[in-house]
C-alpha cells in the first residue's frame, strides 16, 4: 500500500491531526519520505498547522491545471516530509475528487517515487459523497472517531460507505486521560 486515507465520519473529529501526525512519524524513517495531501476540499487545513498560507493548492491543480510543482512545500525542520496543501473551498468537490486529473495525480505520486508514502487527508465521509469518490486510488484507510462524540451508528454507516477500502484501523481521539492510581 502506498496512499493512504485519513479519514472520520464527521468534521472536528481530528483527522487532520492525526493524518499530519502520521505523516509526520513515517518521514523520521530515513529510507523513506512522505507526502501529505489535503484532500478535504471543503475545508482544508493541514498549511494552518503548519503556519504557511499557500499561494496555490491542490484546489487549483484541479481547477486551473497548474502544476503540483509549484504548489507543495517542505515543513521546517522535517527533511522528508512534503505538503500538498489545501486553497479554497470548493462546492464541487465530489466532481473534482472523481476527475481524471485528480486520478492522474494520484497515479503519478504512486508511480513516480518508489519509496515514498502518501498520506491523504480527506474529508469527512458523512458530511459528502466527497470519500467514496477516492476509492479508485486510495490503498487503505484509517477512520478518526472522537471520543463521547462520535456514535456507533456513525461508524457503521462509514464502513458501509467505504464499501471494499480496507480499513487499517480506527484512531479514538480526543479520550480524556485516565488517572493513574497509586498503591500505597
Known sequence: ???????????????????????VAMSMDVNSTVILVDADLRQPSIHKYFDYIPEKGFSNYLTEDAPVEEMLFHPNGIERLVILPG???????????????ANYLAEELKRRYVNRFIVVDGPPVLDSDDVVITDRYVDAVLLVAEAGVTKKEELEETLRLLGNIPVLGTVLNKAPKSKARTRS
Open 87 to 101: 486553497k479554497g473551498r470548493i462546492e464541487h468537490s465530489a466532481e473534482m475528487l472523481g476527475s481524471p486529473r
Open 1 to 23: 500500500w502506498k496512499m493512504l486515507l485519513v479519514t472520520g465520519p464527521h468534521q472536528g473529529a481530528g483527522k487532520s491531526m492525526t493524518a499530519i501526525n502520521l505523516a
